[in-house]
């Protein structure tokens, strides 16, 4: 079933935290479609022989990392009336476990672009802990690391290993007041995505320290749109389409 007439379309903002970070971006789908169905809150579903909720996630986040940020957008079929949006907040809040907060809830326009198709960017807080021991002088290394006209990177999937440029993908870096947290702002296009750790590994490689693992802690504050070009980009939390 193709979004239309009689449907009204919903993006849902919200955090993860907690215990909560170690669940996957599947199990936390299907817990947001048991959510709805408790909820009782009319969603439309597609056709065909298999039909499912109309929902869909801005960006999967990995799992271990917690964010204040997420996105999912829905589709409610509104033919015997609209609901407000109040109350839908009210309803899938009474759903929500313990590290899943619903933040806000907006009615979107038919022509807004999907959640998915919009986002562009992403803001990280990146916290070393107690594993990492950073040398005395390593804020004005990192400084001197993001002024190199390039830092490469190897990226390795499933299908293919290739190196890229992270220099261009990195929009923003700033070292907080204690010297022990970044916070990093950086390419989440389907095109370009790059991970905050990437920019991590990258800096300790330059340094020719070795990264420990699980020595992170890292929170998404936010998912961006692009509401400027490429070459002048305005980001835009995604509920502000």
């Known amino acids: 079933m193709e979004e239309g007439t009689g449907m009204m379309r ?14 996957g971006h599947l199990d936390l789908m299907r817990f947001f479609q048991k959510a709805v169905r408790r909820a009782e809150i009319d969603i439309a579903y597609s056709g065909g022989y298999s039909p499912h909720q109309l929902m869909s996630f801005a960006s999967p986040l990995g799992v271990g990392l917690t964010s204040n940020g997420e996105y999912l957008d829905i589709v409610l079929n509104i033919e015997s009336g609209e609901p407000k949006v109040s109350a839908i907040q009210e309803k899938l809040s009474g759903q929500m476990v313990d590290g899943i907060e619903i933040i806000a809830v907006k009615k979107l326009a038919e022509t807004a672009p999907k959640a998915m198709a919009s986002v562009a960017a992403a803001g990280y807080t990146v916290r070393f802990n107690e594993k990492v021991m950073l040398q005395t002088d390593w804020v004005s290394q990192f400084k001197a690391f993001l002024l190199e006209n390039s830092i490469f990177y190897t990226k390795c999937t499933k299908k293919v290993t290739r190196e890229i440029d992270l220099k261009p993908l990195i929009y923003e870096a700033t070292i907080s007041i204690d010297n022990k947290e970044i916070y990093l702002l950086v390419n989440a296009s389907s095109a370009d995505s790059i991970k905050p750790q990437f920019v991590i590994e990258a800096f300790f490689d330059y340094i020719g320290q070795q990264l420990p693992e699980y020595s992170l802690d890292i929170c998404r504050e936010e998912t961006y749109a692009n509401a400027g070009t490429g070459e002048s980009p305005k980001f835009m939390p995604l509920l502000a389409n």
């Open 10 to 23: 919903l993006r849902i903002k919200f955090s993860k935290k907690g215990a909560m970070k170690f669940i």
